[in-house]
């Protein structure tokens, strides 16, 4: 390894990847350190997700201003490039359906904030949420046309393929494990597969460490004072053929958000949901698959790697989504996918900042969803702090 690089990107998530990506498409040298064998068999976000192309309802301006504005940005994004370099992905729509009088009034401030973010979402009532989705059950809905899902794993891999293609360089199955700050840089201290330990000056380094994000935000600055708290999400699923009642459409399907208590705190929450799974005919037509995903049923996770154990029992999953699929049963579900995501505490938004003792080290913190849908509005905003900050 040369002994200055002008360019260090720990994480090959999507968030890594895409800064990879854009950063090398500008010319820049740029390196990416992965310490999983490669990401589409790795623990981490990217590879255990809900796949949801988010069209930017969620996120109030003043609350969570990055994801307000990088969602919608991203979603557009997103789109462009999934039809260009194929893709596997389907721009089905989504419902979010209120099945109570008292959760009306929620659908409205949802639509104001989807039309301050500039993302398409109509209020409808239950006739014609019917004729979207004949097998839901709801007083009214949001309409947003804009929503999808994308197969995130072909998303990694054209990521990763157009960065190569453009010079960066990915060393997977090797671990960022010091990182000093010096006056050129930062000095970053790299443990191979087989052990050997190898030191380097990068000019730059961009931590998109996802669930390892606070720490690696620490190895450069020890005062730092940022905490991932991990959060398990579980999915289950069932097979749309199964049963005549079953047969929802190729939509995702969402409760109003409603707030949930953890150990750290209380939170808004998507909901658990229902979202189409894709498949790829031999003709090349991407459709749903039999399979729909319901969840993810979030609670802490016991650590950073807590993907084992058991499910939660099936009928937790299904009295989540009973109000507005009250056909699904118990039997009908199976255990799908586990995932934790890199919730920052305290924070509800990203937490996109050079560090303040080591501006050569800029962080992207807490990197939850909808980080996969942003993440080449992400690229975007992370290129453009770099030439700012030359
Ligand atoms: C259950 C679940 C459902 C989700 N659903 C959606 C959704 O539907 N839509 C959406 O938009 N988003 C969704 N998300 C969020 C989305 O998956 C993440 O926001 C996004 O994938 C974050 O990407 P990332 O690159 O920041 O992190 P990651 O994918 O976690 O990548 C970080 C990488 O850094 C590597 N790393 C860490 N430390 C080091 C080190 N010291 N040295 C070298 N490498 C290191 C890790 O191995 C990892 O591969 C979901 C997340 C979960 C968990």
């Given at each position: 390894?040369?002994?200055?690089?002008?360019?260090?990107?720990?994480?090959?998530?999507?968030?890594?990847?895409?800064?990879?990506?854009?950063?090398?498409?500008?010319?820049?040298?740029?390196?990416?350190?992965?310490?999983?064998?490669?990401?589409?068999?790795?623990?981490?976000?990217?590879?255990?997700?809900?796949?949801?192309?988010?069209?930017?309802?969620?996120?109030?301006?003043?609350?969570?201003?990055?994801?307000?504005?990088?969602?919608?940005?991203?979603?557009?994004?997103?789109?462009?490039?999934?039809?260009?370099?194929?893709?596997?992905?389907?721009?089905?729509?989504?419902?979010?359906?209120?099945?109570?009088?008292?959760?009306?009034?929620?659908?409205?401030?949802?639509?104001?904030?989807?039309a301050a973010n500039g993302a398409p979402c109509q209020l409808i009532d239950a006739d014609a949420a019917r004729?979207?989705?004949?097998?839901?059950?709801?007083?009214?809905?949001?309409?947003?046309?804009?929503?999808?899902?994308?197969?995130?794993?072909?998303?990694?891999?054209?990521?990763?393929?157009?960065?190569?293609?453009?010079?960066?360089?990915?060393?997977?199955?090797?671990?960022?494990?010091?990182?000093?700050?010096?006056?050129?840089?930062?000095?970053?201290?790299?443990?191979?597969?087989?052990?050997?330990?190898?030191?380097?000056?990068?000019?730059?380094?961009?931590?998109?460490?996802?669930?390892?994000?606070?720490?690696?935000?620490?190895?450069?600055?020890?005062?730092?004072?940022?905490?991932?708290?991990?959060?398990?999400?579980?999915?289950?699923?069932?097979?749309?053929?199964?049963?005549?009642?079953?047969?929802?459409?190729?939509?995702?399907?969402?409760p109003t958000p409603y707030q949930v208590k953890l150990p750290g705190g209380s939170y808004w929450t998507v909901?658990?949901?229902?979202?189409?799974?894709?498949?790829?005919?031999?003709?090349?037509?991407?459709?749903?698959?039999?399979?729909?995903?319901?969840?993810?049923?979030?609670?802490?996770?016991?650590?950073?790697?807590?993907?084992?154990?058991?499910?939660?029992?099936?009928?937790?999953?299904?009295?989540?989504?009973?109000?507005?699929?009250?056909?699904?049963?118990?039997?009908?579900?199976?255990?799908?996918?586990?995932?934790?995501?890199?919730?920052?505490?305290?924070?509800?938004?990203?937490?996109?900042?050079?560090?303040?003792?080591?501006?050569?080290?800029?962080?992207?913190?807490?990197?939850?969803?909808?980080?996969?849908?942003?993440?080449?509005?992400?690229?975007?905003?992370?290129?453009?702090?770099?030439?700012?900050?030359?």
């Amino acid at each position: 390894m040369s002994e200055s690089l002008e360019i260090t990107v720990v994480g090959a998530g999507a968030v890594g990847a895409a800064v990879a990506q854009a950063l090398a498409r500008q010319g820049r040298e740029v390196f990416v350190i992965e310490k999983n064998p490669g990401v589409t068999q790795g623990e981490n976000q990217s590879s255990r997700n809900s796949g949801v192309i988010h069209a930017g309802l969620y996120y109030d301006s003043q609350t969570r201003p990055l994801k307000a504005r990088l969602c919608p940005a991203g979603n557009r994004l997103l789109y462009e490039f999934c039809e260009r370099y194929q893709v596997p992905h389907l721009q089905c729509g989504k419902l979010v359906a209120a099945t109570r009088q008292e959760e009306l009034p929620a659908l409205e401030l949802y639509q104001a904030r989807a039309a301050a973010n500039g993302a398409p979402c109509q209020l409808i009532d239950a006739d014609a949420a019917r004729e979207r989705e004949p097998l839901v059950k709801a007083l009214a809905a949001l309409w947003l046309p804009t929503s999808g899902v994308i197969d995130p794993t072909a998303y990694l891999h054209q990521l990763y393929a157009l960065a190569a293609g453009d010079g960066a360089q990915f060393l997977t199955q090797t671990e960022v494990i010091a990182a000093r700050p010096q006056a050129e840089g930062i000095q970053v201290t790299l443990r191979y597969r087989d052990g050997a330990i190898d030191e380097f000056l990068t000019k730059r380094l961009i931590n998109c460490a996802g669930l390892y994000s606070d720490e690696v935000a620490r190895l450069v600055n020890p005062a730092s004072p940022h905490r991932i708290d991990p959060m398990r999400g579980e999915a289950a699923c069932f097979y749309r053929g199964k049963r005549p009642e079953l047969g929802v459409g190729a939509l995702n399907i969402y409760p109003t958000p409603y707030q949930v208590k953890l150990p750290g705190g209380s939170y808004w929450t998507v909901g658990v949901h229902l979202t189409p799974t894709l498949e790829t005919t031999p003709q090349g037509e991407v459709k749903p698959s039999p399979a729909v995903t319901v969840g993810p049923l979030n609670f802490a996770a016991a650590h950073k790697e807590d993907y084992g154990g058991q499910h939660r029992p099936m009928a937790d999953f299904r009295d989540q989504v009973a109000g507005f699929f009250p056909q699904l049963t118990e039997d009908d579900l199976q255990p799908y996918q586990v995932g934790v995501q890199a919730r920052l505490a305290g924070h509800q938004d990203w937490l996109l900042e050079f560090d303040p003792k080591a501006p050569a080290c800029l962080n992207l913190l807490g990197f939850d969803s909808p980080a996969l849908t942003a993440s080449l509005a992400i690229a975007q905003e992370v290129r453009e702090m770099i030439s700012e900050n030359q």
